[in-house]
């Protein structure tokens, strides 16, 4: 392995949980140039304790780094991380032969051993954190790894290893690679979701355009917004200026929300009920069962945000339907969440509101767009 210049790295407090993870495996972290360089451990520990925080990508990834490099680890988290099943991670790890242990499939987990030998495997929903940590795997040791999946889940990680030169080959020199993080898609879902809402508003922003992540920006076409994206570059991430507009008719439309489409908005749900709640639709969100080893069951808590604020939301199987109408979110209080996209989904809804919205623990939010707060008050969303 080798460094790697970071620019424009996040703040928010999931990154941070991952930087520190990274320290304790024992790897260098210094500020260059105003950037972040980071540099592979000189020697790996035989043993360690990783506390992830709140972030379940922070924990798979450190289990696919110390199973492909022989640490007995012991990877834990606050108390909504310690609630999350590991998912079929585990079972992976094992079947390439690793010694895993988990609190019944949840967390916290621990490893032994070192992977040996080639992986294939399908991935079936797709997932970006599962391949994701085996795709580190495979680059520290070498080992090839394949796979299918279906749906597409994000491929920021084979992007990311591939532009540092290290999967599926590994890099020969030990010169610094350089790796510009583009404005994290998410938090502009956020913004993008508030612009539709609000009559004659227009946001723009530099962010990340990659087809996995843009889920949402093609619902809020669906329902009569208007997205502009003038792409920038492809490669090794996908980054352009994206212009999102309010809706331009009051048309009532039916839409479903499938496979791909719905991995492409995963994160971003519920927003997107939110979104589809106050507008005069009908929308079926086909999930799978893809919501429910989240911060929180979102296919539960998306559907209780619609109807707390004044919405009318059901649940048939594993079917999220939003019954929409221009003005219905009425507001309310959302009590200590301790899902971040359902707080900052709350905060959209109590922009939009009739009477606001009391959020009990506003600062989740900042877990994944750090300073919400802030960036709502100088779009002038009153917030007291």
């Not at 938090?187 to 962010?207: D, E, H, N």
């Not at 990659?210 to 889920?215: A, D, E, P, Q």
């Not at 009990?360 to 919400?372: I, Q």
Request: hydrophobic share 35%.
């Amino acid at each position: 392995m080798h460094p790697v210049i970071v620019n424009n790295e996040s703040l928010g407090r999931d990154a941070r949980s991952a930087l520190k993870t990274i320290r304790k495996f024992g790897a260098m972290i210094m500020r260059y140039r105003g950037s972040l360089k980071l540099s592979p451990p000189k020697s790996n520990p035989e043993s360690i304790k990783i506390d992830a925080g709140n972030s379940a990508t922070t924990a798979r990834f450190a289990l696919g780094w110390a199973a492909s490099n022989g640490i007995n680890a012991h990877i834990y988290g606050d108390e909504n991380l310690n609630s999350r099943k590991v998912g079929d991670l585990e079972q992976d790890l094992r079947n390439w032969g690793v010694s895993v242990e988990s609190n019944n499939g949840f967390f916290p987990v621990s490893t032994s051993g070192k992977i040996k030998g080639d992986f294939d495997l399908d991935i079936n929903p797709g997932s970006g954190t599962r391949k994701g940590a085996l795709i580190i795997a495979s680059a520290n040791t070498g080992l090839n790894f394949s796979w299918k999946e279906s749906p597409l889940s994000r491929d920021h990680s084979e992007r990311m290893y591939a532009w540092a030169d290290c999967w599926p080959k590994k890099r020969t020199n030990n010169e610094p690679v350089w790796i510009d993080i583009p404005p994290d898609a998410s938090a502009f879902a956020v913004i993008a979701s508030l612009a539709s809402l609000t009559p004659g508003s227009r946001m723009y922003s530099k962010i990340l355009t990659n087809k996995r992540r843009s889920g949402l920006l093609r619902l809020i076409e669906k329902l009569g917004g208007e997205v502009l994206v003038s792409k920038e570059s492809e490669w090794p991430e996908s980054i352009g200026t994206v212009t999102v507009n309010s809706k331009k008719d009051h048309l009532f439309r039916e839409l479903k929300i499938q496979s791909q489409d719905l991995m492409d908005m995963i994160d971003e749900v519920p927003l997107a009920a939110i979104l589809c709640s106050n507008s005069n639709c009908k929308v079926v969100f086909e999930t799978g069962g893809m919501l429910g080893n989240k911060e929180s069951n979102r296919l539960l808590s998306s559907c209780q945000l619609v109807k707390s604020f004044g919405g009318d939301a059901e649940i048939k199987g594993d079917d999220l339907i939003i019954y929409g109408k221009e003005g219905s979110i009425k507001g309310g209080v959302l009590e200590d969440c301790s899902d971040h996209r359902i707080v900052l989904a709350a905060a959209v809804a109590g922009a939009c509101s009739q009477n606001g919205v009391e959020i009990k623990n506003p600062e989740m939010g900042n877990v994944a767009f750090p300073g919400w707060v802030e960036t709502f008050k100088s779009l002038g969303v009153m917030i007291k």
